[in-house]
């Protein structure tokens, strides 16, 4: 009989859960900066409409989303601040956010758009145009300018993705990474004419755990440029060009500064650029340094410099004339780095005199000049060498 029971009992809870609706997961709440005032014409200063939609994306309890429709949108200096009260926020632009004309009135602002303090945002789509080209004229003429602003910077956040933007024409960086955790940068776009100053692709400094995927650069500085405390940096499938390669560095700028570990560049290309894969610091003393690091799978197609460390950059001759590095280079392998180099010296590893490289291995590298096998110049170097022989005599 009890078992009769039991056995109801099962069949009737089963009957109830198997008739029961599924449960309905709510979207996360929408909120449109047309909402809020912005207008999508391209003139109108949308800045306010902006931060009063973020103010109700960061202050929700439940996931969150801040919508950008199509058209243009013209936008001021904008902090979106955390800390907020949820750690699930999309920014999802279709539009273009379409920075001042005069570029004064940023031009002395560190950043044009700053997300700071806030975990757990995504950044989806859109376009930035930073209209750069009067900055640039300004620079050119050796008038006296703004420095200019970076287009979009994370300062201090943790675990925050960045897919399928577009940045166009900054006034200085484009994207810059700083200070954060667990970021993860894929299918961007970056484009600035190859004369643009000092307008680097992605900037990457005092953070761990960025990756950057499935990217297209081209630009007037370096496509990807790796500041001190950079550690567990993943760069894959980037095409760099023009541009000044991916650079890790500068370096040694201070003498109390921390160093970079960690590093993977792999299955890249670089068209015409300056550089391809480089590690570049100052030539004056430093404690810092520069190790574990691996270029692997790389094309380059006439490429000024396709590898270089340079451990006596030194812009100017000013600051550190007749200095040695004191940055510590160490265990860095170059492995499968085939292509066309601009100059007969296609591999120049110019280390510093009081700490030389170590651990530097070159394998499989066959670069071209000319068609035909291209040289190499070792200063200061030591690591072994596998399937290059140009390289032979300086390791």
Same mark, same amino acid.
């Given at each position: 009989?009890?078992?009769?029971?039991?056995?109801?009992?099962?069949?009737?809870?089963?009957?109830?859960?198997? *008739?029961?609706?599924?449960?309905?997961?709510?979207?996360?709440?929408?909120?449109?900066?047309?909402?809020?005032?912005?207008?999508?014409?391209?003139?109108?200063?949308?800045?306010?409409?902006?931060?009063?939609?973020?103010?109700?994306?960061?202050?929700?309890?439940?996931?969150?989303?801040?919508?950008?429709?199509?058209?243009?949108?013209?936008?001021?200096?904008?902090?979106?601040?955390?800390?907020?009260?949820?750690?699930?926020?999309?920014?999802?632009?279709? $539009?273009?956010?379409?920075?001042?004309?005069?570029?004064?009135?940023?031009?002395?602002?560190?950043?044009?758009? !700053?997300?700071?303090?806030?975990?757990?945002?995504?950044?989806?789509?859109?376009?930035?145009? $930073?209209? +750069?080209?009067?900055?640039?004229?300004?620079?050119?003429?050796?008038?006296?300018?703004?420095?200019?602003?970076?287009?979009?910077?994370?300062?201090?956040?943790?675990?925050?993705?960045?897919?399928?933007?577009?940045?166009?024409?900054?006034?200085?960086?484009?994207?810059?990474?700083?200070?954060?955790?667990?970021?993860?940068?894929?299918?961007?776009?970056?484009?600035?004419?190859?004369?643009?100053?000092?307008?680097?692709?992605?900037?990457?400094? *005092?953070?761990?755990?960025?990756?950057?995927?499935?990217?297209?650069?081209?630009?007037?500085?370096? =496509?990807?440029?790796?500041?001190?405390?950079?550690?567990?940096?993943?760069?894959?499938?980037?095409? =760099?060009?023009?541009?000044?390669?991916?650079?890790?560095?500068?370096?040694?700028?201070?003498?109390?500064?921390?160093?970079?570990?960690?590093?993977?560049?792999?299955?890249?290309?670089?068209?015409?650029?300056?550089?391809?894969?480089?590690?570049?610091?100052?030539?004056?003393?430093?404690?810092?340094?520069?190790?574990?690091?691996?270029?692997?799978?790389?094309? !380059?197609?006439?490429?000024?410099?396709?590898?270089?460390?340079?451990?006596?950059?030194?812009?100017?001759?000013?600051?550190?004339?007749?200095?040695?590095?004191?940055?510590?280079?160490?265990?860095?392998?170059?492995?499968?780095?085939?292509?066309?180099?601009?100059?007969?010296?296609?591999?120049?590893?110019? =280390?510093?005199?009081?700490?030389?490289?170590? +651990?530097?291995?070159?394998?499989?590298?066959?670069?071209?000049?000319?068609?035909?096998?291209?040289?190499?110049?070792?200063?200061?170097?030591?690591?072994?060498?596998?399937?290059?022989?140009?390289?032979?005599?300086?390791?």
């Amino acid at each position: 009989m009890a078992h009769a029971l039991s056995f109801l009992a099962f069949t009737l809870v089963f009957i109830l859960f198997a *008739s029961s609706p599924p449960a309905i997961i709510a979207e996360p709440a929408q909120y449109s900066v047309q909402s809020y005032g912005a207008k999508p014409d391209g003139t109108t200063d949308s800045t306010k409409a902006f931060l009063a939609a973020w103010d109700q994306v960061c202050a929700s309890t439940a996931p969150a989303s801040l919508y950008v429709p199509s058209g243009k949108f013209s936008l001021g200096k904008v902090t979106f601040q955390g800390p907020c009260k949820n750690s699930a926020i999309v920014v999802t632009i279709d $539009g273009t956010l379409v920075a001042p004309s005069d570029y004064s009135s940023i031009g002395d602002e560190k950043n044009w758009l !700053m997300f700071e303090h806030v975990d757990g945002v995504t950044v989806s789509g859109g376009i930035l145009d $930073g209209q +750069g080209t009067g900055l640039w004229s300004c620079k050119a003429s050796d008038k006296s300018c703004p420095e200019g602003a970076t287009s979009i910077e994370f300062s201090n956040s943790n675990n925050i993705e960045i897919n399928g933007l577009a940045s166009q024409d900054s006034q200085k960086f484009h994207i810059v990474i700083n200070g954060c955790q667990n970021v993860k940068v894929q299918n961007v776009r970056v484009s600035a004419p190859g004369d643009s100053p000092n307008t680097d692709g992605i900037h990457v400094e *005092s953070s761990t755990g960025v990756t950057i995927l499935n990217s297209k650069i081209g630009t007037g500085d370096d =496509c990807v440029s790796v500041g001190p405390g950079t550690t567990n940096l993943w760069v894959e499938n980037v095409a =760099c060009g023009p541009g000044h390669g991916i650079s890790i560095g500068s370096l040694g700028k201070k003498l109390e500064e921390d160093g970079v570990q960690n590093v993977t560049v792999k299955t890249t290309t670089f068209t015409g650029t300056e550089n391809g894969v480089r590690i570049k610091a100052w030539g004056r003393p430093s404690n810092g340094f520069a190790r574990n690091i691996l270029f692997q799978h790389a094309v !380059m197609t006439n490429v000024q410099n396709p590898i270089l460390i340079d451990q006596n950059y030194c812009p100017g001759d000013k600051n550190c004339p007749n200095q040695e590095s004191g940055v510590k280079i160490s265990d860095v392998t170059y492995q499968d780095i085939h292509g066309s180099s601009a100059t007969e010296v296609a591999v120049k590893l110019d =280390c510093s005199t009081k700490y030389p490289c170590t +651990g530097i291995e070159l394998e499989d590298v066959k670069l071209t000049y000319n068609n035909r096998p291209a040289d190499a110049s070792c200063t200061n170097a030591a690591g072994t060498v596998s399937d290059f022989a140009e390289a032979s005599s300086c390791l």
